[in-house]
């Protein structure tokens, strides 16, 4: 069973950065396609960013050109890095796989951009 473990996030005035962390156990990290994801209160979980095993990615439209999601397959760990934030931004983020995600979910972590 695949286990998940996100770190990184925190409370960041409008304009900050941070950088996620996920590292991933229990399934073959390298082979397969990972995302984060993220879930803003009262609103349901969007994909934010996939990255393929052999490193191809992709951005949803609020965050292109902000974030910049990456993969150490030596580590088993997915990163986020996370620029320019905005209020907006404001959520739990979570990583699993691409385009099909595990059965179950980490914890998350908490982003919260607000001055």
């Known amino acids: 069973q695949v286990q998940l473990v996100e770190s990184g996030g925190g409370l960041v005035q409008p304009g900050g950065s941070l950088r996620l962390s996920c590292v991933a156990s229990?399934?073959?990290?390298?082979?397969?396609?990972m995302g984060w994801y993220r879930q803003a209160p009262g609103k349901q979980r969007e994909l934010v960013a996939s990255?393929?095993?052999?490193?191809?990615?992709n951005y949803a439209d609020s965050v292109k050109g902000r974030f910049t999601i990456s993969r150490d397959n030596a580590k088993n760990t997915l990163y986020l890095q996370m620029n320019s934030l905005k209020p907006e931004d404001t959520a739990v983020y979570y990583c699993s796989r691409w385009p099909r995600s595990y059965d179950s979910w980490g914890q998350g972590t908490q982003v919260t951009v607000s001055s």
């Open positions: 990255i393929t095993s052999g490193g191809s990615t």
């Open positions: 229990g399934s073959i990290f390298s082979i397969n396609a």
